[in-house]
């Protein structure tokens, strides 16, 4: 054996060729051994067999915005218990019972279903495509919740979007924009008209100018569309005027909240009030605003249809937001005249300024524009990032800028200040995570967030003196008070910016605040990455800041800046 090993490495070092040649074709063999197993082995699912990926399998739970789904019954995730729930906390189920988080994320039954189609390659498609069709920015055909990508946007990208959200229609319009919907409201027209093609994917037609390619989606689960994530908005005082405030109503037996709400998501309505044995459909106006909340137990009468839930009483009404997009606020373009007037939004970076843009343009129909310009920002609905900052067809310009040259550019201002300890945190995920994402814990953990505050801290201070020392008509406000109190916030700044001040529109702005900007509460730190030395010097820099406010007959800033 020893000699015929001998004999062999004898022959390939006089013909080193040969050798190569056949190392080559030993690894050609191994790899294409190596890509039939992984073919080979894919997992096949019986279609009689439960399926890990399917939500209508034993134990699956339907999620949804922090709200699981049992049956019939809902839990609160912790969450979501501030913002999103079925029920009023006055009726709550004994069961012991809590599912498990989805290991899929927080996509639910319905839309488990599609990934596992994408799998294993269902036969039935996942939606069906039913035509082109009319679109109008005032009165939409689809008028669910819609989002924007002028770079990424496809076909499957807009249908996950709105099965997700349990709508029973997607469409695509311009190429870019997603519309969803529980009915269509419009005229069928020539394909020939739905002519541009998907942002993100050319092989595919995302509608056209006023056209949208609608789909049905065929997977959304019933569940899904009845129940989906009506949003507990109070107890509120039966309005004077009903048949104004809440045009559409209707009695039925047995009532519930999922009738309800099922009844106005029909009615294309996004509020759905709940009076005892009626129902009641409108939008928040001026004579409905939702601003004056009543004891949650004065609403406390159990549904005839549900023991578990509230209907409320003949005085005193259970409201939830259903599903439909208040469109009253939704249409935005550029300002019909250039404008000679440059109005700042100036703030730290970190203080909000991305989200009062998005106020901004629904409470006044107009563009923002940047200083600046962020090709995410823009993809994402912003079309004023792309013009100049002194183009003068936007509403008002986002800037961090600080320097008194660059302050002075502007006519007036509106300067957001927000707490500098959350306005370091949330600048140090843009940072390192993108406008919505976060912070790896590494960068947390290491030399980057010491050096970030270390060089960002003192920029808060400063940024805020010198606007006030150098600005002309600056208007000051805090991120906690827009926050807390919206309506009142958002009419001062647009009274700053020169328009009419809509009422109804303000209110409908209330609806939709968060729009696609908010950085989820789901990854917050377990710990505080601020160190004592950090927070003294921090300090400092707010009774700095408290005091130049003071100074100039203005609100000093929030109380809660101090507990640090």
């Avoid at 730290?348 to 129909?365: D, S, V």
């Amino acid at each position: 054996m020893a000699k015929l090993l001998v004999k062999f490495q004898r022959y390939f070092r006089r013909k080193p060729v040969r050798f190569f040649t056949l190392i080559a074709l030993y690894l050609t063999a191994g790899s294409l051994v190596f890509l039939h197993s992984g073919f080979a082995g894919e997992p096949t699912i019986s279609e009689n067999e439960p399926n890990p990926l399917d939500g209508t399998s034993e134990g699956t739970a339907f999620q949804y915005l922090g709200v699981v789904q049992l049956g019939r019954g809902f839990k609160e995730t912790p969450e979501a218990r501030n913002s999103v729930r079925r029920y009023g906390p006055w009726f709550k189920s004994v069961s012991k019972d809590t599912p498990e988080r989805n290991k899929m994320g927080d996509y639910g039954g319905a839309w488990s279903r599609a990934l596992k189609g994408r799998k294993v390659r269902e036969k039935e498609d996942r939606a069906k495509y039913i035509g082109c069709y009319v679109d109008n920015t005032r009165r939409r055909a689809l008028r669910g919740v819609s989002f924007f990508d002028y770079k990424k946007m496809t076909v499957f990208r807009c249908q996950d979007n709105c099965a997700e959200r349990g709508y029973l229609y997607a469409g695509l319009e311009f190429g870019a924009e997603c519309y969803c919907g529980h009915k269509i409201q419009a005229l069928n027209v020539s394909e020939s008209e739905c002519n541009m093609e998907c942002k993100g994917e050319k092989s595919n037609v995302c509608g056209g100018v006023n056209r949208l390619s609608i789909y049905r989606l065929e997977l959304a689960q019933e569940s899904a569309r009845r129940y989906g994530s009506a949003i507990f908005r109070g107890c509120f005082h039966r309005p004077d005027n009903i048949s104004l405030a809440l045009p559409v109503t209707g009695v039925m037996l047995n009532m519930s909240v999922d009738k309800c709400v099922d009844f106005c998501t029909e009615k294309e309505y996004p509020l759905a009030a709940l009076g005892g044995g009626s129902c009641h459909c409108g939008f928040p106006t001026t004579l409905f605003t939702l601003h004056e909340r009543e004891d949650e137990q004065l609403c406390a009468q159990k549904c005839d249809g549900e023991e578990f839930e509230s209907c409320g009483t003949a005085e005193y009404f259970i409201v939830y937001q259903t599903q439909v997009q208040d469109n009253r606020c939704m249409d935005r373009r550029f300002l019909p005249a250039r404008s000679k007037q440059f109005i700042g939004l100036a703030s730290f970076p970190g203080a909000g300024n991305t989200w009062a843009r998005h106020l901004i343009e629904l409470a006044t129909g107009f563009y923002t524009g940047s200083y600046y310009f962020d090709g995410s920002l823009y993809n994402k609905g912003f079309k004023g990032e792309r013009d100049h900052w002194r183009s003068g067809r936007t509403i008002c310009i986002k800037t961090h800028e600080s320097g008194q040259k660059e302050i002075e550019a502007f006519d007036s201002a509106i300067l957001l200040i927000r707490n500098p300890y959350k306005a370091l945190m949330a600048e140090f995920n843009r940072k390192y995570g993108g406008h919505i994402g976060f912070a790896s814990h590494a960068h947390w953990k290491g030399k980057e967030w010491p050096e970030f505050v270390k060089n960002y801290a003192p920029w808060w201070a400063t940024h805020t003196l010198d606007w006030l020392k150098y600005g002309k008509n600056v208007l000051v406000v805090h991120f906690e008070d827009l926050k807390r109190d919206l309506f009142v916030q958002l009419k001062r700044m647009v009274n700053l910016l020169g328009t009419r001040v809509f009422e109804d529109r303000l209110l409908c702005v209330e609806g939709q605040k968060d729009g696609n900007f908010k950085r989820s509460g789901l990854r917050k730190l377990e710990y505080d990455p601020y160190t004592p030395e950090m927070r003294k010097t921090i300090s400092t820099y707010i009774k700095t800041v408290d005091m130049a406010l003071k100074l100039r007959n203005l609100t000093g800033v929030p109380d809660d800046y101090y507990p640090r």
